[in-house]
């Protein structure tokens, strides 16, 4: 598996099974960002507590002790706190998770609730056609062009330099 970086994952690392995490990509190294464990910090954690360093490829992930990494698809089974939905109608965000029972936002406005029933069980979900909506990675960089000379460099280091906002 080719790793790249904003993929939504899971996994399981030092025996820890990690239903809702992201990989990033710092310096050619990948990190598995996710609120679990910490193991390896890189610089962006992604809005995550922790970050896990994997390595410069998916190729010797087991040596970081990490099995069984899998990337999410749109498939409404890998549901998770904090996971943005969407059918047909609407787009909302899964505001929490008790038991079988899935808490969503209201319709395209995650910070409030609706006034309307609000709760799915996963076969309400599908009923519905929810799916999970996964973010495409970001492009993370950007064209500096000083004194005529265009170079490309990561948008961290642009930020850093004041060069862009």
Same mark, same amino acid.
């Given at each position: 598996?080719?790793?790249?970086?904003?993929m939504?994952?899971?996994?399981?690392?030092?025996g820890?099974?990690v239903?809702?995490?992201?990989?990033?990509?710092?310096?050619?190294f990948?990190?598995?960002?996710?609120n679990?464990?910490?193991?390896?910090n890189c610089?962006?954690?992604?809005?995550?507590?922790?970050?896990?360093?994997?390595?410069? !490829?998916? @190729?010797?992930i087991?040596? %970081?002790?990490?099995? /069984?990494l899998? &990337?999410?698809s749109?498939n409404i $089974?890998?549901?998770f706190e904090?996971a943005?939905v969407?059918?047909?109608?609407c787009?909302r965000?899964?505001?929490?998770?008790?038991?079988d029972v899935?808490f969503l936002s209201?319709?395209? !406005?995650? @910070?409030?609730?609706?006034l %309307?029933?609000?709760y /799915?069980?996963? &076969?309400?979900?599908?009923?519905? $056609?929810?799916?999970?909506?996964?973010?495409e990675?970001?492009?993370?960089t950007?064209?500096?062009?000083?004194?005529?000379?265009?170079k490309t460099i990561?948008r961290t280091s642009?930020?850093?330099?004041?060069?862009i906002d």
């Open positions: 598996m080719e790793l790249k970086k904003g939504r994952v899971t996994c399981v690392m030092a820890t099974e239903k809702d995490a992201v990989i990033q990509e710092e310096n050619t990948f990190y598995i960002c996710q679990q464990r910490g193991g390896g610089e962006d954690k992604k809005g995550y507590k922790y970050s896990w360093f994997v390595g410069s !490829d998916a @190729d010797n087991e040596e %970081h002790d990490v099995l /069984y899998r &990337v999410v749109s $089974e890998g549901i904090g943005i969407k059918n047909q109608v787009q965000k899964v505001l929490g998770i008790c038991g899935h209201a319709t395209d !406005d995650f @910070d409030k609730l609706p %309307h029933v609000s /799915y069980t996963m &076969v309400e979900l599908k009923q519905h $056609e929810y799916v999970l909506v996964v973010e990675p970001e492009d993370d950007v064209d500096i062009t000083v004194e005529g000379r265009t990561s642009a930020k850093e330099l004041n060069l």
